[in-house]
C-alpha cells in the first residue's frame, strides 16, 4: 500500500510527471486500497486516512459528473475533505488570473484539481501554486482518466506490456493520454480516425520515443483486428462546436459488434464516458458483455486516490 515518500508535493498535470514505475505503483496502490474497501460505506474513510486535515480544491472551468464526484469522494476515503469552485460563480469568470487564484489558493487549501480548456491554464496554474496541481482535463490531455482506464484493463486480467490498444473517431484529449501512457506502460496503440481528426504529432511521438508501436490507420477493421482493448469517446468533445461535416467523417469509425467481432474474444470495451449511445458507439456493445464502462467510471475514485497520494508525496518514489 501507500509507501513513506518525499513530503514534497508533486503536480500530476500530464502521466510523464509520474512516469511509468510510479503509475503500476499507483495502480497497485488502486488495487490494494479497492480490496480493502470491500462492504464498506462509499463515504468512509480508509483505515489510515492517510491524507485525514487535508483539503482540495475542485476548480471546474467545464461541466464535470465523474470527475467532480470521484475526487470528492477519494479525498473522503482518503479522510480528507473538497471545496468546489466554478468560474461562474468565482472570480475566475471575472477575469482575476490563473496566478493570483493559484497563489491565493495555495494559502489556503492542501492541494489543487483544474479542468479547464486550454492546456496553458493548467500549466499556468502550476507554475504559480505551491501545492500540487492535478489536471481534471484539458483540451489537450486527460491524464487521471487513463490510469482508471488501466486499472480497469489489469482488473480484467491483461498485462499492460505488448497490449494491442485500438482507438476509433475523433483524436483528442483522451487519446492523447493514452499514447502518453503507451509509451511508458509499453503498450501499443492502433489509431483509427478520419483524415484531419489526427492526435497531436506530439504524443504519437512520445509513444514511439517510449518503445511503444503506434499504427496510424484510415480503416477501422484494420485497427480492430486482434486487439485486447476498442476504445472511444464521443466525437464531439466539450467546448467543440457540432459539424455536420465531423458527425459524417466519424461514421465508419462507430464501435459496433461487427467491429467488436474482429478484436479477440476476451478484448475489452471502454469509453471514459459521456457516451453518445448509437453515434461512437452501439447499444449492444455499450451494454454488451465486453463492455467494462461502468467499472471504468467507478475506478476514477480508486485511480485518484492513488494519484493523489502520488501528488502529495506519500506513493512512488
Ligand atoms: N470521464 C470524465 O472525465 O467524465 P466527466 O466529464 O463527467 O468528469
Ligand atoms: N473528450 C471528452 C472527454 C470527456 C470526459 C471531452 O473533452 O469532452
Known sequence: ????????????????????????????????????????????????APLAGKVLALVFEKSSTRTRVSFDIAMRQLGGSVLL????????????SIA????????MVDGIMLRTDD?????????HATVPVINGLTDLSHPCQIVADLLTVIENGKALPGLEVAWFGDGNNVLHSILEAAGLMKFNVRVAVPAGYEPDRTFIDLARAGGAVVTMTHDAAEAARGADVIVTDTWVSMGQAH?????????????????????????VF???????????????????PQSA????????????KSVLLWGFGLLGN
Open 293 to 304: 464502462v461502468f467499472d471504468e467510471a467507478e475506478n476514477r475514485i480508486h485511480a485518484q
Open 100 to 107: 493570483d487564484t493559484a497563489r491565493v489558493l495555495s494559502r
Open 119 to 127: 492546456h496553458a491554464k493548467m500549466t499556468e496554474m502550476a507554475r
Open 243 to 267: 459539424a455536420d461535416e465531423k458527425l459524417a467523417a466519424m461514421a465508419s469509425y462507430q464501435v459496433n459488434a461487427g467491429l467488436m467481432a474482429l478484436a479477440k474474444p476476451d478484448a
Open 85 to 96: 469552485l466554478d468560474s461562474a460563480s468565482s472570480q475566475l469568470g471575472r477575469g482575476e
Open 1 to 48: 500500500m501507500t509507501v513513506p515518500g518525499a513530503a514534497d508535493y508533486r503536480h500530476f498535470i500530464g502521466l510523464g510527471d509520474a512516469g511509468g514505475d510510479d503509475i503500476a505503483a499507483m495502480i497497485n496502490d488502486a488495487i490494494d486500497r479497492k480490496a480493502a474497501r470491500v462492504g464498506k460505506s462509499k463515504g468512509m474513510p480508509d483505515a489510515d
Open 270 to 288: 471502454l469509453h471514459c464516458l459521456p457516451a453518445h449511445v448509437g453515434e461512437e458507439v452501439t447499444e449492444e456493445v455499450f451494454e454488451g
